[in-house]
């Protein structure tokens, strides 16, 4: 089965630390998304890249966040310095890129910054 | 900010019983779509209505859209406990704006 794979699955870290977090999009899809879930906001959207071209990233404090995709197999997305108001989980999914694409969700990895 | 808004925020029923779980959303739409989260797991994509679309089922989903409401529900039918989880919707947006936006979702409880 293709799926999209997140690492870690878990992170703690202490506050001011460097977080990355890994994403490898299913094969053959060409749009990458990044999510923030949280109890109070929901799902938040990050970026968006599509062919690995970043198109939204208006959702991301840009000051701390930053995401990349260094070829179509990884997508990254970093917090240097991390604080505590990070701590949620962070999903990544990918699509076939067309306009009525369904996405398919990675398992999330939750972050805690202490 | 959230486009599409979840009703109700939590539901149970018995297993057998029918869920139904509303949406609305505020801005023009290309489609929009039913997902669902089992707790500590990413999300599973159920069924995707086009705007041109009145009503779409899929083995025991109905979904409904009314775009002169821009509201959308989604049904399901004999709920079994493995139902239990939380349900979004989400929309994407006219042709040409190409991301999903997600509503805060509607956890489903389902008894045996």
């Known amino acids: 089965d293709a799926r999209v794979t997140q690492t870690p699955r878990h992170k703690v870290t202490e506050m001011g630390q460097e977080v990355t977090m890994r994403c490898q999009p299913i094969?053959?899809?060409?749009?990458v998304f990044w999510y923030r879930q949280t109890m109070m906001q929901g799902l938040e959207l990050l970026a968006y890249?599509?062919?690995?071209?970043?198109?939204?990233d208006s959702g991301m404090p840009k000051d701390r966040f930053s995401a990349e995709m260094p070829d179509a197999t990884l997508a990254t997305l970093k917090i240097q310095p991390s604080e505590p108001r990070d701590s949620a989980v962070y999903f990544c999914?990918?699509?076939?890129?067309?306009?009525?694409?369904?996405?398919?969700f990675g398992s999330g990895t939750q972050l805690s910054v202490l | 900010s959230q486009q599409g808004e979840e009703d109700p925020q939590a539901l149970s029923i018995q297993e057998g019983e029918n869920a139904t779980m509303n949406c609305s959303y505020k801005?023009?739409?290309?489609?929009l779509q039913w997902y669902r989260q089992n707790s500590g797991r990413g999300l599973v994509h159920l069924i995707l209505?086009?705007?041109?679309?009145r009503e779409k089922h899929s083995g025991r989903l109905r979904v409904t859209l009314d775009t002169s409401k821009k509201s959308s529900s989604l049904l399901i039918t004999a709920s079994r406990a493995a139902d239990t989880a939380s349900y979004f919707c989400?929309?994407?947006?006219?042709?040409?704006?190409?991301?999903?936006?997600f509503g805060k979702g509607t956890m489903l409880l389902v008894s045996p």
């Open positions: 989400a929309t994407r947006g006219p042709p040409g704006y190409s991301t999903l936006t």
């Open positions: 801005t023009s739409i290309n489609n």
């Open positions: 890249f599509r062919n690995r071209a970043p198109l939204d």
């Open positions: 209505i086009r705007s041109n679309e």
């Open positions: 999914a990918s699509g076939p890129g067309q306009a009525d694409e369904k996405l398919f």
């Open positions: 094969l053959g899809h060409n749009t």
